[in-house]
């Protein structure tokens, strides 16, 4: 056993409110004083969803925001703020594992996977150019199921800690992919409910993964040569993406009147947005929104920033093709705007293709261009399998 497993105990699988003592508690860092602008965002009180007309009237809730903002918080989730502390522990123990011990759990960007280890040294193996202001590492563990390179495949403290992060991975799928398809579905006022929670099954294959997440803080030089970045303007290319947060600001949403708008971390809850495939599979009509991460505000820019995130994509055999039979996107007109596509695309492929282009741009996409905040980044828009995509400052 590595020594770092050594101090990190084993829990039970379904570990709800009995999680070990003796543990060292994840520290939250104190909230910003900073006066930023902070956008103003609806919250689903998930609790509600079984309660009858609970789910029609969250998505009456949801409406304007799926179709405008495109970012939200969702609350009362059923899982205890000590079981994600506990998350953000095992993330805080899996990063400070030594540098080799991370390597060997490096993500394979050649078959344009991302499961896995990155960080800067994986891509400085992959002769992508390496820069100080590349200050991101990332653990991605895919789902739960035989699809997926087994248990042993992971670091120890991963294995060791393996069914609890099971049981949270697959109650984050029910509690909240689950409910949140169902009430996209009935936005769109769709006769089957299930329509995007069939194409979300946990047991089918498909590209969603938990992310640790650390963004390590960086000095004020390198944060004024990255333009006051951690990363540029962009949609994510999945579904949706949920976002435990702590603390520490850096999460910036562009709002309408082009300027960017601060995501608060609000204790309890999880930041969910749009992302372009649920987009797509709407005729547009829900919002991907377009976002970036900036250095936090002074008081903050000395703390590392931990996330845990899912990003959450449609199971590998579903076509990229508009929902039918919207009574809604009838109304809105969005059938009359489509161009039908000539050959059909499956998620995998799409995924895949999107992957590969990320990876291939590395660098131009996480460098700010020229202009102003929030700017298109002509240069690199680009079509990848017939769809289009673009970058912002
Ligand atoms: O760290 C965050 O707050 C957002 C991260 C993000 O946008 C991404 O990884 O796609
Ligand atoms: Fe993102």
């Known amino acids: 056993m590595a020594p770092i497993a050594l101090d990190t105990p084993v829990i039970d699988a379904h570990p709800v409110n009995k999680l070990p003592k003796g543990i060292t508690p994840y520290s939250q860092t104190p909230e910003t004083t900073a006066d930023v602008d902070w956008a103003e965002l609806v919250n689903l009180d998930l609790s509600k969803f079984d309660l009858p007309g609970g789910k029609e009237a969250l998505a009456q809730q949801l409406k304007y925001a799926v179709h405008n903002v495109g970012f939200f918080y969702v609350s009362d989730f059923g899982i205890s703020q000590e079981e994600v502390d506990y998350q953000f522990h095992l993330s805080q123990e899996f990063f400070s594992l030594p540098l080799e011990e991370k390597l060997k759990y490096a993500a394979n960007h ?3 996977s991302y499961n896995g280890y990155n960080g800067p040294h994986v891509y400085e193996a992959d002769k992508t150019e390496h820069h100080p202001r590349h200050n991101i590492e990332v653990y991605n563990i895919p789902k739960f199921t035989p699809d997926f390179p087994a248990k042993e495949t992971h670091p ?3 294995q060791t ?3 609890t992060i099971e049981s949270f991975a697959k109650r984050v799928h029910t509690n909240v992919v689950e409910r949140l398809m169902k009430i996209f579905a ?3 006022e769709l006769e089957d409910e299930d329509y995007f929670a069939k194409k ?3 047991e089918k294959k498909g590209e969603d993964h938990m992310r640790y997440m650390l963004y390590h803080s960086r000095s004020d030089e390198v944060n004024k040569e990255a ?5 540029t303007g962009h949609t994510d290319l999945g579904s949706i993406t949920l976002l435990f947060r702590q603390p520490v600001a850096g999460l910036q ?4 009147d082009g300027k960017y708008k601060w995501v608060k971390a609000v204790p309890g809850t999880i930041t969910v947005n749009i992302a372009d495939t649920l987009s797509l599979l709407s005729g547009h009509y829900f919002k991907s929104s377009i976002h970036r991460v900036s250095v936090p505000p002074p008081d903050q820019r000395h703390f590392d920033r931990h996330g845990i995130l899912f990003f959450i994509r449609p199971n590998n055999d579903v076509l990229v093709e508009v929902v039918k039979n919207s009574p809604l996107l009838k109304r809105e007109g969005v059938y009359e705007t489509l161009e039908e596509r000539e050959d059909p695309l ?3 492929t799409w995924v895949h293709e999107r992957q590969k282009h990320i990876f291939a741009s590395g660098y131009k996409i996480v460098t700010p261009g020229e202009g102003q905040d929030g700017d298109e980044r002509s240069n690199l828009e680009a079509v990848i399998a017939g769809v289009k995509v673009k970058y912002w400052n």
């Open 227 to 231: 333009k006051e970045l951690y990363s």
């Open 186 to 188: 009935i936005v769109l």
């Open 346 to 348: 499956d998620v995998a």
């Open 200 to 202: 979300h099954d946990y």
């Open 161 to 163: 800690n393996w069914d």
């Open 253 to 256: 949403i562009l709002s309408k």
């Open 156 to 158: 120890q403290l991963i």
């Open 110 to 112: 050649k078959a344009a």
